[in-house]
């Protein structure tokens, strides 16, 4: 177990109990993205507290898929770009039940802001570009 102090951009110090175990990853890419700390340090927290909520209250890890996608890699999704500027995460969902998978979801957007605006939805599940990953985002306004 290591404890880290993470920036969480607004002028606060979060301690965090940064769990290994309870976080797996999908390959060594995605470890080596999840450790270069170049992903946003607010949805890093988010992340962490979503492995500890999994981890608490289902028994369950979770397992990252995607962090940073390159411009190309982008295109070939057809995605937004915003995995290119790291504020965004993949997380998978064929080890959790539908049930699971909901209250993931609702304690994400209950409990995490995407932006000031509140516009978009930090946790995106059950369209037809997120079957099977739970797409984690944050806005780059805090
Ligand atoms: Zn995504």
Redesign the pocket.
Known sequence: MIKQFIDLNDGKKGLLIYMRGIIDFKDNRIKEEWYSNKLNPRLTNYVLMVALFTWTELEKRIMLT?LYRTKKEEKEYN?SG??NAWR???IRTSNFTELEIEKIVKFCNENFHYDVNGLNSVA?YGDAR?KD?I???IGWRV
């Open positions: 995607s995605s915003i995995h965004a995460v993949d995106v997120h990953h797409h984690l985002q």
